[in-house]
């Protein structure tokens, strides 16, 4: 992608409020993309020498208050793509103001946005955020009212478009695909950013997986293998999905993960199999490894299009130990407008998308269909 976009950010955020303009760039005819309208001023590079790992996610304007807690659990920086539309368009501007107000908040995040182009649109505009008025003692004490009237996008929500978004944006090479409203345990970055940088370099073919979880409502969500192990013990937390779609997160070993995460305090990994076309395990990867497939429907085997690849394309999956990340909230079943979305992309994306994915992977890994399986829409 071409970076033909500028942004012009206050020198001193606390005090001067500045226009922000940026000039979006088109992507598949389809899509205006604005990359880095808000960047993280800590590039996080210690003196170790080793790569920081992004955490890259994705939101809506209705996120917001999920996107602000998310500094406080990752020591490292954070790529977002948030997905905007006509309704939702005046996130920009609460953004800029927390980015402009909020010191941590302006260190690690940096934000990017795509709208989908309108019927007959041609070209990208440039999207301009006029100048504030507000001092952030201000927008401090109105921002739980700012943020509450913004609203989401009424649109079908491209994620895989919006991961990629992140990722390519990222402020450094190692990246941590992550659904926003997931929390990580104590220390994630940290822990794993030795031994992400000794298997991940972007010529050998490693990633790394990470075990995902779900908390019963109103319980204390945990934070460490140990209060882990405790939740699960009674039955308030369990492995991610586990009624919904157990096939697509389970990995094997948990007890023998729990004793290896006990006995040291060194992270280590296992290599595991790769569980079939239905599996979308979170991964840590290299910018220079294979994305997901942007063109895929909404909520159809979204995730499952980078894990089949990096399988088609002769990766190994190690799963990290000692660290997780964990959801509040057992899901059963999907929601009524998530099982309206499927519905639609069934009957209108599915098969086109499918068809498209199914031959890039037999071209452009012609020799692994046999060691993966074939993939499946359905």
């Keep these: 992608?071409?970076?033909?976009?500028?942004?012009?950010?206050?020198?001193?955020?606390?005090?001067?409020?500045?226009?922000?303009?940026?000039?979006?760039?088109?992507?598949?005819?389809?899509?205006?993309?604005?990359?880095?309208?808000?960047?993280?001023?800590?590039?996080?590079?210690?003196?170790?020498?080793?790569?920081?790992?992004?955490?890259?996610?994705?939101?809506?304007?209705?996120?917001?208050?999920?996107?602000?807690?998310?500094?406080?659990m990752w020591h490292g920086p954070i790529s977002v793509g948030i997905f905007i539309d006509y309704h939702s368009s005046q996130v920009l501007e609460y953004l800029a103001e927390v980015?402009?107000?909020?010191?941590?908040?302006?260190?690690?995040?940096?934000?990017?946005?795509?709208?989908?182009?309108?019927?007959?649109?041609?070209?990208?505009?440039?999207?301009?955020?006029?100048k504030s008025n507000r001092t952030c003692w201000m927008f401090r004490s109105e921002q739980d009212i700012l943020r509450s009237r913004l609203s989401g996008p009424f649109q079908l929500y491209p994620s895989n478009l919006m991961r990629n978004v992140a990722?390519?944006?990222?402020?450094?090479?190692i990246h941590f695909i992550m659904d926003a409203d997931m929390i990580v345990s104590e220390g994630f970055a940290q822990k794993v950013k030795k031994i992400a940088n000794q298997m991940i370099d972007g010529k050998s073919k490693h990633v790394l997986a990470v075990r995902r979880f779900e908390s019963v409502n109103g319980t204390y969500l945990p934070r460490t293998h140990f209060e882990l192990k405790q939740s699960m013990l009674y039955s308030k937390t369990f492995e991610f999905h586990h009624r919904f779609f157990p096939q697509g997160h389970h990995i094997d070993n948990l007890e023998q993960w729990f004793d290896i995460s006990e006995r040291t305090d060194e992270v280590s990994t296992q290599e595991i199999p790769y569980a079939g076309f239905e599996w979308e395990v979170q991964v840590i990867l290299h910018r220079s490894d294979p994305y997901n497939a942007a063109y895929f429907p909404s909520?159809?085997?979204?995730?499952?299009?980078?894990?089949?690849?990096?399988?088609?394309?002769?990766?190994?999956?190690?799963?990290?130990?000692?660290?997780?990340?964990?959801?509040?909230?057992?899901?059963?079943?999907?929601?009524?407008?998530?099982?309206?979305?499927?519905?639609?992309?069934?009957?209108?994306?599915?098969?086109?998308?499918?068809?498209?994915?199914?031959?890039?992977?037999?071209?452009?890994?012609?020799?692994?269909?046999?060691?993966?399986?074939?993939?499946?829409?359905?």
Excluded at 1 to 13: C, K, T
Excluded at 29 to 54: A, H, K, M, S, V
Excluded at 167 to 173: C, N, P, T, V
Aim: proline residues 3%.
């Design 167 to 173: 990722r390519h944006g990222a402020k450094s090479d």
């Design 1 to 72: 992608m071409s970076r033909d976009y500028w942004v012009e950010q206050p020198d001193f955020p606390d005090e001067t409020s500045k226009n922000y303009s940026i000039q979006t760039e088109i992507f598949e005819q389809q899509y205006c993309i604005g990359y880095n309208f808000l960047e993280g001023t800590d590039g996080f590079r210690d003196d170790d020498g080793l790569e920081p790992i992004t955490l890259a996610t994705h939101a809506t304007s209705d996120m917001m208050g999920t996107l602000e807690k998310m500094t406080s």
């Design 299 to 378: 909520r159809i085997k979204v995730m499952h299009s980078l894990i089949y690849a990096l399988c088609r394309a002769d990766y190994t999956f190690n799963v990290l130990s000692h660290v997780f990340d964990v959801h509040e909230g057992i899901k059963h079943t999907n929601t009524i407008y998530s099982k309206a979305t499927i519905a639609h992309q069934e009957a209108y994306a599915m098969n086109v998308a499918g068809e498209r994915y199914i031959n890039e992977m037999n071209e452009k890994y012609p020799n692994t269909e046999e060691k993966c399986g074939k993939f499946s829409m359905v």
């Design 99 to 130: 980015h402009r107000c909020d010191e941590e908040f302006r260190r690690k995040m940096t934000i990017h946005f795509a709208i989908r182009q309108s019927a007959f649109q041609t070209s990208c505009p440039s999207i301009h955020i006029p």
